[in-house]
């Protein structure tokens, strides 16, 4: 029995050891350089979200690639413009789920790559706004013939809750510094205040103006006829190609045929997205490495031992120290890219990644990127004093506080729950969700969140020269696009990451024909580190798939911000492009 037991363990151990093994070679196998062939083209199906923090890759037969980032698309298309191996890109985007300034980065990138003078061919399936968006960088707009194009203009829409809270006996107390500082109005209202509906105004016209001046200048039309025309959609297909939207109806095979005919005729050889970025190309990279760290997600505080397959939506304060603290380290990094897509989140979490950033920043030369959202804590986390660029229509500023609480009392009336209670303190009951504040309690939040507004408007203040009183006219919790708030000062330069590299090659004593190195952090985790970090007491959970329902449901908003009692710099709202 002793021999059999002993027999067991040691087959057990070489199997564990030889997966062990196995995995190590898969994993080395995926991590190495592509070759393409000669007269490939470039097929960039682009689908889903695309977001700025790269995901897990795993082995195919557990479902592949990650989903490309902004970054491997930018670096693919410029790769592919001075790639001899690469004769066309064709664009196939289906169910976008990305914000504009995403959305004008990669149609930037497909321009330039336009400008090489290698052909873009574009082919559409059930297309919204974006897709489109994106397939006016061709010339050439191809679409199923029974299909219809979903583009019928833009709406901000918000759901109110405060009606079903009152049903329930559910009711949010909420305390804000700043007159369109609405975070929480969708708990505690059942309309759009005045403040909220003018600031809703001025984005919507602006992205409004934006997209339809883009089409109208890719469609060699005004941005008044675009107008005029988007009162009139959704469109049918043959409706699309009267209105001159759509350039042709066909179907897959038909579409490749005739990017076949006008890349030379031959065998058409596809390469796809994630092998390219795979692959090199001589003299595309240079020597000089400058690094680009991810801010990606609502910021919380968190904990160092997080699972990071599971805080991809997230921002945490160890996590980003431990970044931040690794590239002070990297001798050979020449520069820094602080890459911000985040509507804000924990007052103090904010603070910490701020203080770290800032540390930083004395070390090497940094360059804060904004991405789709850089709001309140998103924001506040850029303020290092160093250059900060967003694209036209990058949802900023929302310079403003809120504390909030659920208060449970009518519902577990309802219920039949009691709650009975010893206190030492008079405050001690302020965070409970079965006391009402009283006035003292509401005085002490309302002092606190003042406070930190006022931290908040100064520090804003410093970064960017200006005088608190200025600042504060411009904040108040307002949101402003990009362009909005550079004619405001709240940025310094419209662009994306060209614009980024460029000021931070001139800042690191760079010469502008230097080629750099873009290292990204946090970089992929390998296949190893990621079966460790799914084992991990941090991994996958029914808890955290919950709570992922939870965040979609409250606009992306993670729960812990509130189990912590925290005050907020928080964006009052999410932006989805469809």
Request: proline residues 4%; charged residues 30%; hydrophobic residues 40%.
């Amino acid at each position: 029995m002793k021999k059999f037991l002993l027999g067991v363990l040691a087959g057990v151990l070489m199997a564990g050891l030889f997966g062990v093994v196995a995995l190590l070679v898969i994993a080395k196998l995926g991590s190495q350089e592509r070759s393409v062939e000669k007269d490939s083209t470039l097929v960039l199906r682009l689908e889903g979200a695309i977001s700025e923090k790269a995901g897990p890759d795993m082995p195919a037969f557990l479902g592949g690639a990650a989903p490309p980032t902004v970054t491997d698309i930018w670096k693919t298309l410029k790769k592919a413009a001075i790639d001899p191996k690469i004769k066309a890109v064709v664009l196939m985007p289906r169910g976008l789920s990305v914000g504009w300034a995403k959305l004008q980065e990669i149609r930037g990138s497909l321009v330039e790559y336009k400008a090489s003078g290698k052909p873009l061919f574009v082919f559409l399936r059930a297309p919204r706004t974006p897709e489109y968006y994106l397939a006016t960088a061709a010339d050439r707009i191809h679409m199923v013939p029974e299909d219809y194009l979903d583009m019928k203009g833009l709406r901000a829409e918000i759901t109110y809750f405060k009606g079903a809270f009152d049903k329930l006996g559910v009711k949010m107390e909420a305390e804000h510094a700043g007159k369109y500082k609405d975070a929480l109005d969708s708990f505690t209202r059942t309309n759009m205040t005045p403040e909220s509906r003018e600031a809703l105004d001025l984005l919507l016209d602006g992205l409004y103006n934006h997209l339809s001046d883009t089409i109208g200048q890719a469609r060699k039309k005004s941005g008044a006829e675009i107008r005029k025309m988007l009162d009139d959609g959704p469109f049918l297909a043959d409706q699309a190609v009267s209105a001159g939207l759509i350039d042709a109806l066909s179907f897959e095979d038909q579409f490749f045929d005739e990017v076949k005919q006008k890349t030379g005729g031959g065998e058409l050889k596809k390469v796809g997205l994630g092998e390219y970025v795979k692959s090199t190309v001589d003299g595309f990279e240079g020597r000089n490495r400058i690094a680009m760290i991810i801010g990606d997600g609502a910021i919380v505080r968190g904990s160092s031992n997080s699972s990071p397959l599971e805080d991809e939506n997230q921002m945490n304060v160890a996590q980003m120290t431990k970044l931040f603290r690794q590239v002070s380290e990297d001798k050979g990094i020449k520069g820094v890219i602080l890459r911000v897509d985040s509507p804000g989140g924990d007052a103090v979490a904010s603070d910490e990644i701020l203080r770290e950033a800032k540390l930083l920043s004395k070390q090497k030369p940094m360059v804060i990127s904004m991405s789709d959202v850089a709001a309140s804590g998103g924001y506040y986390i850029s303020m290092t004093g160093d250059p900060v660029v967003a694209y036209p229509n990058t949802i900023t500023g929302s310079i403003g506080v809120i504390y909030g609480k659920v208060n449970l009392k009518g519902l577990y009336d309802k219920l039949g729950l009691t709650k009975d209670v010893v206190q030492r303190g008079h405050n001690a009951t302020l965070d409970s969700e079965y006391y009402t504040l009283d006035e003292k309690g509401r005085k002490k939040l309302r002092d606190g969140v003042d406070s930190v507004y006022k931290t908040f408007v100064g520090i804003v203040a410093e970064s960017r020269k200006k005088k608190f009183e200025e600042i504060h006219e411009v904040a108040q919790g307002r949101v402003w696009l990009g362009k909005d708030a550079k004619d405001r000062a709240l940025l310094d330069s419209m662009g994306g990451l060209d614009r980024a590299i460029e000021l931070v090659k001139e800042r690191a004593k760079l010469a502008k024909t230097d080629k750099i190195r873009l290292v990204v952090y946090p970089p992929k985790l390998s296949l190893i580190e990621q079966l460790l970090a799914k084992s991990s007491p941090g991994s996958v959970s029914l808890d955290s798939m919950v709570q992922r329902e939870i965040r979609e449901w409250t606009g992306g908003l993670p729960m812990e911000l509130f189990r912590e009692g925290a005050i907020l710099r928080l964006m009052p709202y999410r932006f989805d492009v469809r």
